[in-house]
């Protein structure tokens, strides 16, 4: 294994080279470390190596009402689906994503932010329905006295700093009404394209074949560390996914329990031992979200709104998004630079230890955020994932989802830079550029031989918005966007 590297600063500026690509990237402060459209870098930036964004969505056409989100893979490039070991196919209830949208906008779109009191009048005046014109009006209209953010404007200085490759300027530097307008504009589109994503591989992560395991777990907590999350999409998605995973597992327990005639033919006459949906123990997830820009508030502002009965929910999917309870579903912030961490550092990020509510790390994620860190630093993102691998217990997984077709720089020989100065020319000749999927491969799988297997990857695949029927209005410029990306899952082997 390479050897380690004290203090090596990891991510802190997003690669220029990819950065405008594609709309499901997202930039993470001076290390783009975020859930957008445009690009990320470093630890905490999204993979900047994506289209400007919107570029995607321009090419979108209508597309025929569905009532579940869809992720559909692409005729062009379908490679490595042979062996797959994760189903990715699950979806999430039309009328649950419009509540994920609905948290966004409760969260982020006022000044002053989410008040519980207030569900008794504007949010909660009327039962929507997410295919419904008065649904539509509710989420258009801003609550009467509050300041909302200029999101036109500000998303406009955002792509300014983008285009101009300012990743301090777009994240490190910037202001929370900036960061705000960015998770509205970029995460809430990547939250839905993520959810569908992280319940498939959840569901393969806890429940196995039959679903027995989410119940023989409920007593440990299940921890996930989002590299590059900070700006909201990670969290918001791994809400939405988990809780269409306890409404299934409810549902279930319910018609396990509930029994019709007795042995005897009869009515079952002890009607009160029929357990409700949840009256019996979950399993709690606690998601740790990793940037090297400040998005606590923007964090902060989410947390709070998913156990927010404030927001709007329909009959099927009330809110809160989560349930109040403490321990079912926590999050936390952590603002670092995971290329210049310390290994105890990475380790107390990788490991949740708390003595009271016992927890183990069962899934690491790379969104939008991977290829950014090669380009950043390909040694120093290598010597990440090998320092990672060494902490990460047997079973974990890791997934990776980044744009199709990413790559990334690398400068060969110690005198690269000396050439590069001397000779312009000549200078072309030290580099070379590697798919990021090799990059990943050899580093997991050959250099860290023996200790990962491979058990999904696509190299392109897309996931589209129901455009017709979702509302999701924060402002002009700030649509949803459907997502094209490709994906590569592994789980840690035994040593």
Request: net charge neutral.
């Amino acid at each position: 294994m390479a050897g380690r590297i004290p203090g090596q600063k990891f991510i802190t500026k997003a690669s220029q080279q990819n950065e405008t690509q594609q709309p499901n990237q997202k930039p993470k402060s001076a290390t783009i470390f975020k859930d957008m459209g445009p690009p990320r870098s470093g630890a905490s930036k999204k993979s900047a190596s994506k289209n400007p964004p919107g570029r995607d969505s321009r090419k979108e056409k209508k597309r025929p009402q569905q009532s579940k989100q869809e992720t559909a893979p692409s005729r062009h490039d379908q490679t490595g689906q042979d062996g797959n070991q994760i189903d990715l196919s699950a979806t999430i209830p039309l009328t649950l994503q419009q509540l994920l949208l609905n948290v966004f906008k409760t969260a982020l779109l006022p000044s002053d932010g989410p008040h519980d009191h207030d569900h008794q009048n504007e949010y909660r005046a009327q039962t929507p329905r997410a295919e419904t014109d008065s649904e539509s009006q509710a989420q258009t209209t801003a609550p009467a006295g509050k300041e909302e953010l200029d999101i036109k404007s500000l998303v406009q200085t955002i792509k300014s700093h983008l285009y101009n490759r300012d990743f301090d300027s777009a994240f490190a530097d910037a202001d929370e009404d900036l960061l705000r307008a960015y998770a509205l504009r970029w995460s809430a589109s990547r939250a839905l394209g993520y959810a569908g994503i992280f319940k498939s591989v959840l569901r393969t992560l806890l429940c196995g074949s039959n679903g027995a395991q989410i119940r023989a777990q409920a007593k440990e907590t299940n921890h996930i560390v989002c590299i590059g999350g900070g700006a909201g999409a990670e969290i918001m998605a791994l809400a939405t996914a988990w809780r269409d995973m306890m409404d299934e597992t409810a549902l279930s327990d319910s018609v396990g329990t509930v029994s019709l005639e007795d042995e005897s033919g009869g009515q079952c006459q002890n009607q009160d031992k029929v357990t409700t949906p949840t009256s019996s123990p979950r399993p709690g997830l606690a998601v740790t979200a990793v940037d090297i820009a400040d998005w606590s508030s923007v964090v902060d502002r989410l947390a709070r709104t998913i156990r927010s009965p404030a927001v709007l929910g329909t009959k099927s999917h009330p809110a809160p998004l989560q349930s109040e309870r403490a321990d079912s579903f926590v999050v936390r912030f952590e603002r670092a630079d995971v290329l210049s961490l310390a290994e105890e550092g990475l380790r107390k990020i990788l490991h949740l230890d708390d003595a009271a509510a016992p927890a183990r790390t069962v899934l690491v994620t790379l969104m939008f955020t991977l290829n950014e860190l090669f380009s950043t630093s390909m040694a120093r993102t290598t010597e990440f994932l090998l320092r990672a691998t060494d902490l990460l217990a047997a079973g974990t997984v890791f997934l990776v989802v980044d744009s199709p077709g990413s790559y990334s720089t690398l400068k060969l020989g110690k005198s690269a830079k000396k050439d590069a100065e001397a000779d312009g020319a000549s200078a072309a000749l030290q580099e070379r550029r590697y798919p990021m999927k090799f990059l990943l491969d050899h580093t997991l799988l050959s250099v860290a031989a023996g200790k990962w297997e491979k058990i999904y990857e696509q190299d392109s695949r897309w996931w589209r918005r129901d455009a017709a029927r979702l509302r999701y209005y924060v402002g002009e410029g700030a649509g949803l966007e459907d997502m094209r990306f490709q994906i590569h899952v592994y789980r840690r082997l035994a040593d």
